[in-house]
């Protein structure tokens, strides 16, 4: 929880200053892009502009998370200039909530107008065999302290947030007509925010679906919330890489959310690709 309010914006103008001038040739992406499991490759097809290592930026969290390397890349991706991230912070790590979205303030202060996240979740639909995608409506936070606790910054959005539109429909829309075009299969849902590290219980899994979840992960909410509270607009999409607890008969393990994120490696790629390209050439960004 933030508890000085501007000891902590001192700390996000610091780093937004840093990435300032290491972006000064190139101008302020419009776009950031948060790889979630599966999406690393996406830096591999793309031309690579700069790469920062989150050490070297001031104040900025490292990632302990395996897979999670900690770099913040500026690449040309459809002729844009992008900004991605390479590793993000998770409550289950131990961060506090403000150092969990810090890099979202830090984008929002930089000037970045799109934050499309992306991550693996667990599947609450008991049919679809995983891998598959869900683009994200809405959420469910109820198991997630509120990311807004505490003094509010006055410059970075308002006490009593709306939260009706945390994910931006156009470009939900836009998301699901690129999915329909490269022949993905790309449905509509709801994301439950689990804190983690331990997976769901079977019960739990029930008493979400019940709730009308459509899958469920470790990540996104608090950063989703503390982007709609900035005005960033907020772009989601969920790998879903297993079903989740109870629902298979069996165990839940890492390594199938890996093996499957791998699997859906490819159709990440494109779809984050292809949209980017559209929303980058509608806004010129
Ligand atoms: N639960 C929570 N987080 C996840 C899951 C899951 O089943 N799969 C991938 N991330």
């Known amino acids: ?14 780093a937004a200053d840093y990435l300032r001038s290491e972006l000064k040739d190139s101008g302020i992406p419009e776009v ?7 999406l690393g490759p996406l830096t591999d097809n793309c031309e690579i502009l700069k790469s920062i290592p989150y050490s070297d930026i001031p104040n900025f969290p490292v990632s ?5 390397d900690g770099l913040l890349i500026l690449g040309r991706l459809s002729g844009s200039c992008v900004l991605m991230m390479k590793g ?4 289950y790590e131990g961060y506090d909530l403000s150092e969990v979205t810090f890099y979202v303030r830090v984008m929002g202060r930089l000037g970045v107008k799109t934050i499309l996240l992306t991550n693996a979740a667990g599947g609450i639909d008991d049919v679809t065999k995983p891998p598959y995608f869900v683009a994200i409506e809405d959420h469910i936070s109820f198991g997630c302290e509120s990311v807004l606790r505490g003094p509010n910054i006055d410059e970075f959005g ?9 994910y931006d429909r156009e470009y939900l829309d836009i998301l699901s007509s690129c999915a329909e075009d490269l022949d993905i299969p790309l449905r509509r849902g709801i994301y439950a925010y689990s804190k983690g590290p331990q997976y769901e219980t079977p019960a739990e899994i029930r008493a979400l679906k019940l709730m009308g979840a459509s899958c469920v992960g470790m990540s996104t909410v608090p ?3 503390a982007a709609s509270h900035m005005g960033i607009r ?13 629902l ?4 839940l393990t890492e390594e199938e959310v890996l093996v499957n994120a791998g699997k859906a490696s490819d159709e990440s790629c494109r779809l984050t690709t292809e949209f980017i390209r559209r929303i980058t050439n509608s806004k010129g960004a």
């Not at 950031?32 to 599966?38: R, T």
């Not at 302990?64 to 999670?68: D, F, L, N, S, W």
């Not at 298979?248 to 165990?251: I, N």
């Open 64 to 68: 302990t998370a395996p897979g999670h």
């Open 32 to 38: 950031l892009v948060v790889l979630g499991s599966g």
């Open 223 to 225: 950063e989703a919330i």
């Open 234 to 246: 907020v772009v989601c999409f969920s790998c879903v890489t297993n079903m989740a607890a109870g």
């Open 1 to 14: 929880m933030i508890r000085d309010k501007a000891d902590y914006l001192r700390r996000v103008d610091e």
């Open 248 to 251: 298979s008969g069996g165990q």
């Open 88 to 91: 993000r912070f998770h409550y």
């Open 158 to 166: 308002p006490r009593f947030p709306d939260q009706s539109f945390v």
